[in-house]
């Protein structure tokens, strides 16, 4: 089986799933970037020439630039004699649907979160009604995410549930139970993993619990406004803002704190998680979770087993869980080891990559 993977952004920090799939799945042939209509290979080259002459040829055959790149796209398939065809995320799949069709190839569509969700998303791809008349596969994160996609009209036939899965031996477990009360948080500064709520969730549990400590890793569009927030609440001594790690520095935070924290809501535009990695991360490294029970949460993070989880956007709820891991040591070991022997058992990167494979061979036929 010889697979062609297209995913649109190339270099994202994030975005550490589809690394795992180019790099965990035998058999890619072929790899596509730069664009929900990929302008690039995987070596950075363009798929369309740039030169003057290409350009001038181009506009006599009265051919928009996104036909033509669809016709080299086809080309390109057929030429790696691709077998079949993995689209990350929905736009993606509407993009690709013309030359998949033109060469006779399954197209498999990967969801992943906001494409699934976010209502100006949905608007402009018309709830997907085309791509899911003719995509032969659609795999989804969580079982929220499943549920939408079947509102949306996808046939349930084709609509396949896998849940992401991490390297689990780049995961040791620590030993939270007598690590300072520090908690960890990792992720994105956006909307839908509203780290302003975790902060306002610590905050309260911090004047109850004046011990506890908070550190958040990564950046984005709200980081500004959450460094702002937390010198206004007095908590610019407890409250560490790590930046963007590598992978193997979040891993050794993870073995030296007390557990993990993450306040996922839906955004004003209906955009939501889908399996957030960094959870089963600090799963994988014996740290119990708390986190609201949002997208694809509660398919990993039993509340009371493995971790403690409130609803969006409840603020007590969660310092209340902070609160408690902070005092509860016993109870702190025991969501944790419970957490870790899950990931182990049920949520590792080969078992997710040969599930997405089997789909794969089920869609080529």
């Not at 062609?4 to 790099?23: G, K, L, Q």
């Not at 209509?37 to 020439?49: F, M, Q, V």
């Not at 976010?118 to 549920?147: I, P, Q, T």
């Not at 400590?213 to 610019?236: A, E, I, Q």
């Amino acid at each position: 089986m010889r697979i062609a993977i297209v995913s649109p952004n190339r270099d994202a920090y994030s975005e550490t799933f589809i690394r795992a799939h180019i790099a965990g799945l035998k058999d890619v042939a072929l790899v596509l970037t730069d664009g929900h209509l990929p302008h690039r290979d995987a070596t950075g080259k363009l798929l369309l020439p740039g030169s003057m002459a290409a350009r001038i040829a181009r506009r006599m055959s009265q051919r928009t630039v996104e036909q033509e790149l669809r016709s080299r796209i086809a080309r390109r398939l057929h030429a790696e004699r691709v077998d079949v065809l993995l689209a990350e995320y929905g736009p993606t799949g509407e993009a690709l649907l013309e030359p998949a069709l033109r060469e006779g190839i399954p197209l498999v569509v990967h969801f992943h979160g906001i494409d699934a969700y976010h209502e100006d998303l949905l608007k402009k791809h018309r709830n997907y009604e085309r791509l899911f008349a003719h995509a032969a596969a659609v795999v989804v994160v969580s079982r929220d995410m499943e549920r939408q996609l079947l509102q949306l009209g996808c046939p349930p036939a084709r609509l396949h549930y896998n849940c992401y899965g991490i390297d689990v031996d780049r995961f040791r477990t620590g030993n939270p139970a007598v690590a300072e009360p520090r908690f960890l948080s990792v992720g994105r500064f956006v909307d839908k993993k509203a780290p302003h709520q975790a902060i306002l969730a610590f905050h309260a549990a911090w004047l109850r619990e004046p011990s506890i400590r908070l550190t958040m890793v990564g950046d984005g569009p709200l980081f500004g406004s959450c460094v702002h927030l937390v010198r206004s609440l007095g908590l610019s001594e407890v409250v560490e803002f790590a930046g963007v790690l590598k992978p193997e520095d979040v891993a050794a935070r993870m073995r030296i704190v007390r557990g993990f924290v993450q306040h996922s809501a839906t955004s004003v535009k209906g955009d939501r998680e889908g399996t957030p990695l960094a959870v089963l991360e600090a799963m994988a490294s014996g740290l119990p979770v708390v986190a609201t029970r949002h997208g694809g949460i509660p398919d990993v993070v039993q509340h009371g087993v493995t971790g403690l989880l409130s609803q969006e956007l409840d603020i007590l709820g969660m310092a209340d869980h902070l609160v408690h891991l902070a005092q509860d040591a016993a109870a702190t070991a025991r969501m944790g080891e419970a957490a870790a022997q899950l990931v182990r058992e049920r949520h590792t990167l080969r078992r997710s990559l040969d599930s997405l494979t089997d789909i794969l061979r089920a869609a080529r036929g």
